[in-house]
C-alpha cells in the first residue's frame, strides 16, 4: 500500500491526513495558520505537522510518497499566483515545499480539489469526468476530465458561481448583474428566505427558523418540507436558477457527473430531484440517450485533505 | 515528412485531402454523399477518393500514415451513435473505414474538427486550449484542451449555441428559450435585420440589402459601417448577447483562446474589437492577470479537412 499526504490550507486553519491508496485518511489534525506569513514558515510548519501525523497513522515519514496540499486562491503550475486570505501573490509553493518536505509536492486550488475528491473518492467515483457545484457563501466548482483537474490556461477555470445566468439581473459581489451566485448560493437563499418572511407573517418559515435574524440556508428546505407554500416558491425559485447554471454546464461539457457540494447538498434527494428533473426538461439533454448523472456530493470537511491528496497520487500514478 | 488524409462528410458532398505535417493541404477533391446509404458504400467511396487525392499530390497511398474523418452528428469512441443528414445510428464509423482503407483511422463531429483545426493551423495555432464558437444557421462549437477534443463523455459536449443566455427569452429550434442561438446565429442577425428594417423605413438598410428578401448577415454589418444608426444598434444587441456566451465559455474554461468562426468571422476586427471589450468589462474577467485571447477563425471551407486530418495526426504523435 502507498501512503500520501494531503493538506488543506484556509485562511484560519491548515489541516493535514495521511491517505492511502483507497482513499481513506488513516490519521489527521490540524494547526493554525497564521497568515499572513511567509510560506517558508507556513511550509516549515507544514512539514511539522505531516510528520506528526504520520507518527499517529504509524506510517513511517519516510515512506510518504508524495504532499499534496490545496489553498484559495489562483494557482498555476504550482504557483500560488494569488490568494488574498494567505497574502501570496506569485509565491512558487511547490517548490518551497518539495524543498522543505524532501517529498514531491503538488499545490493545487482548494474548489478544484474539493472537485477532484468527489472525482476519486465520492459522487465521482468509478466515473471519467465531473464538474462539482460547491454551494456556500458563494459558488464555486471544479472540473475533472479524464481524471484531471481543468483548471484553464491561466489557473482561473471553474468560477461556476460568476456564470452569468440572469443577463441585467442581480448585482453579484464581482461587479456583474446576474451571476449565478447572486442566486443560488447559501447567502442568496438565505435573503430570499428573508425576503419571504417579511412579505408573509404567517410563513412558517418565522417558527422554522425562531427570527429574521436566525435564517440559515435549511430553513426554507425545512420549512417548504413541512408543507409551507411560501418556503416552497424560495426553494422551487432557488432550484430553477440553479437548472439554469447546470444545463449550461452540461450544454459545455457533459461531464458524467454534476456533483452539487457544500453544505446545502446534505439536503439530499429533496435538492437533487427537483433539479435533476428540471435539468432533464432542457430541449438538448432531453433529446440525448446518454445523461450526465446529477448527484450530491459525498465528502465534506475531507474533500479538501482527500482531494489534495488525491492530486498527487493521480499525478504519481501517471 | 508525413502525409495524412482528412475527410469532410457533408450531408450532400463528400470533401477530403492529403494533408502534410505542416497542415498544408496538397491536394483535394470531392464527391457526392449519395445520402441515406450505408456506411460500407460511402467508405468504398471515401477510399477511392483518397486513392484519387494521393495521385493528385504525387504522395503514395501505401505512405499515409492515417485517416481522419469529420462528419455532423453525434460520436464517441469512433462510433457514429446519431448523424440524421446521413441516416446513420449507432454506426461504427472507424472501424468500417480502417478495414475498408487498411489505414489506421479516427472520426470526430464536424464542429470538433473545426475546433481542432483552428488549434493546429490557425487563430489557436501555438496555443494549448482553444474553444471555437461557430456562428452560422446555428451556433456551434467545438473545445481543445491541451491538445486533445474534449467531447463530453457522450459526445455531445460543445452545444455552445444552445447555452441558456435570457431565461426565458427566445424560443430556440430545441425547444428551449433564451439559447444563445436564438440571439446569435446568423439566422437571428437575419431576423433583426429584418425587423429593424420595417420598424425603421428609412435605415440605410434598405438600400443595403436591396429589400427585407434579400437580407444576409453581412447586410447589418456593413449598414453599420455605413454609419446607419438603426444597424449599429442591431450589432450592437448581437455583439452584447454574443459577449455573454463568450464570456460564460471562459468564467467555466478558461481557453488560451476563444476563437470566432463561420461566415460572419470575416468581418474581423468590426466583429472581434467590440465583442473583446464587452467580455473583458466581465467582472471576474476584468480581474484576470492572464486572459483569454479572443480571436477571428481563420480557415473556412478547408477547416473539416483540415481538422480531421489533424485528428489522426496528433493522435498519431501522441
Known amino acids: 500500500m502507498k ?65 499534496g496540499a490545496a489553498c484559495p ?10 490568494a488574498s486570505n494567505l497574502g501570496f501573490e506569485n509565491v512558487p509553493f511547490k517548490s518551497i515545499l518539495e524543498s522543505k518536505s524532501g517529498k514531491r509536492c503538488e499545490v493545487c486550488n482548494d474548489a478544484n480539489a474539493a472537485a477532484l475528491a468527489e472525482y476519486a473518492a465520492g459522487a465521482g467515483k468509478k466515473y471519467h469526468s465531473l464538474v462539482a457545484v460547491t454551494i456556500g457563501t458563494g459558488v464555486g466548482g471544479g472540473i475533472v476530465l479524464n481524471g484531471r483537474i481543468w483548471e484553464g490556461f491561466n489557473g482561473a477555470g471553474a468560477e461556476i458561481g460568476h456564470l452569468v445566468t440572469v443577463p441585467g439581473g442581480r448585482l453579484c459581489s464581482c461587479g456583474n448583474r446576474g451571476c449565478l451566485e447572486a442566486y443560488c448560493s447559501a447567502t442568496a437563499l438565505i435573503n430570499d428566505t428573508k425576503e419571504a418572511m417579511i412579505n408573509n407573517p404567517n410563513s412558517k418559515l418565522w417558527e422554522v427558523s425562531g427570527g429574521i435574524d436566525h435564517v440559515t440556508g435549511k430553513h426554507a428546505f425545512d420549512a417548504a418540507d413541512q408543507g409551507d407554500v411560501i418556503a416552497q416558491n424560495v426553494i422551487k425559485r432557488f432550484i430553477k436558477y440553479l437548472s439554469i447554471g447546470v444545463a449550461n454546464i452540461i450544454t459545455l461539457l457533459q461531464p458524467e457527473v454534476v456533483c452539487i457540494g457544500g453544505g446545502m447538498s446534505k439536503e439530499g434527494d429533496t435538492l437533487i430531484v427537483p433539479l435533476d428533473k428540471l435539468v432533464a426538461d432542457n430541449g438538448v439533454i432531453k433529446s440525448l440517450a446518454s445523461k450526465p448523472k446529477i448527484k450530491a456530493a459525498r465528502l465534506f470537511n475531507d474533500a ?14 501517471g
Open 304 to 317: 479538501g485533505i482527500v482531494g489534495a491528496a488525491a492530486d498527487i497520487m493521480l499525478d504519481d500514478l
Open 73 to 82: 486562491g489562483l494557482i498555476k503550475d504550482g504557483v500560488v499566483t494569488f
Open 3 to 67: 501512503y500520501y499526504i494531503g493538506v488543506d490550507i484556509g485562511g484560519t486553519n491548515i489541516a493535514a491526513g495521511v491517505v492511502d491508496e483507497t482513499y481513506t485518511i488513516l490519521a489527521s489534525d490540524s494547526i493554525p495558520t497564521k497568515a499572513p506569513r511567509s510560506a517558508e514558515e507556513i511550509c516549515d510548519d507544514i512539514v511539522a505537522l505531516c510528520k506528526n501525523i504520520c507518527q499517529k497513522a504509524e506510517v513511517p515519514y519516510d515512506g510518504i510518497c508524495g504532499i
